[in-house]
């Protein structure tokens, strides 16, 4: 962590970060009247955000994602009625 910056905003209240900040999202926190918290900060998109909420959901990718790690497949096609099942139940739980 640096030493202590000054920075002056200009007219319409911006203040550049720095290089380091470039082409990055970032949270702005107005903790009080004379201070504000600037937080690197990662977006994910609306259409995937219901995995996040869906521990179930998250807990079935991290296996999934484990056995392929281990090259553990199956030799059977997917049974495509049974994911569309589970999908379905799992999205009721959202």
Not at 23 to 34: A, C, H, L, P, S
Not at 38 to 63: D, G, M
Not at 74 to 83: C, F, K, Q, S, V
């Amino acid at each position: 962590m640096g030493s202590p910056i000054t920075k002056s905003a200009d007219s319409k209240g911006r203040i550049a970060l720095g290089r380091r900040f470039a082409n990055r999202t970032v949270i702005v926190r107005e903790v009080d009247e004379t201070e504000v918290v600037v937080t690197l900060a990662s977006v994910i998109p609306e259409r995937e955000a219901w995995l996040f909420r869906n521990e179930q959901a998250q807990a079935l990718v991290a296996a999934g994602l484990e056995q392929a790690r281990a090259r553990r497949f199956i030799d059977a096609p997917p049974d495509l009625e049974a994911d569309a099942e589970l999908a379905d139940e799992i999205d009721g739980d959202a």
